[in-house]
């Protein structure tokens, strides 16, 4: 399973476009909001198929380890909980019937 969404919010910030969930090569991806960047982020959870020679993969982070850029705390974002990384009010997320 695995989706796109979009989020919107009253403050102009906007991004489209987004992965999420378990794509055809088995990579998990969560979306996180973080308040220090001001950006949000897509961050791979989860590698089913973990290929030691390619260099190039994304490593694996958790939620918990924070932003991938800054490393500061971040939020993920679900269709219940989606503060803007801007101003921290409730995104608008779009295309979410893949979710949850
Ligand atoms: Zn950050
Ligand atoms: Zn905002």
Do not use: Y
Not at 11 to 32: D, H, K, W
Not at 40 to 56: A, K, W
């Amino acid at each position: 399973m695995g989706g796109m969404i979009g989020v919107t919010c009253e403050c102009g910030f906007a991004v489209e476009c987004l992965s999420v969930g378990i794509g055809m090569a088995g990579v998990g991806r969560s979306v996180v909001s973080c308040r220090a960047c001001g950006e949000i982020h897509t961050i791979v959870t989860e590698r089913m198929f973990p290929d030691p020679d390619d260099d190039d993969d994304e490593p694996v982070r958790s939620v918990a380890d924070g932003c991938p850029v800054c490393g500061g705390p971040v939020v993920e974002l679900t269709t219940r909980r989606a503060p803007c990384p801007r101003c921290g009010k409730r995104l608008r997320v779009e295309n979410v019937g893949l979710w949850d």
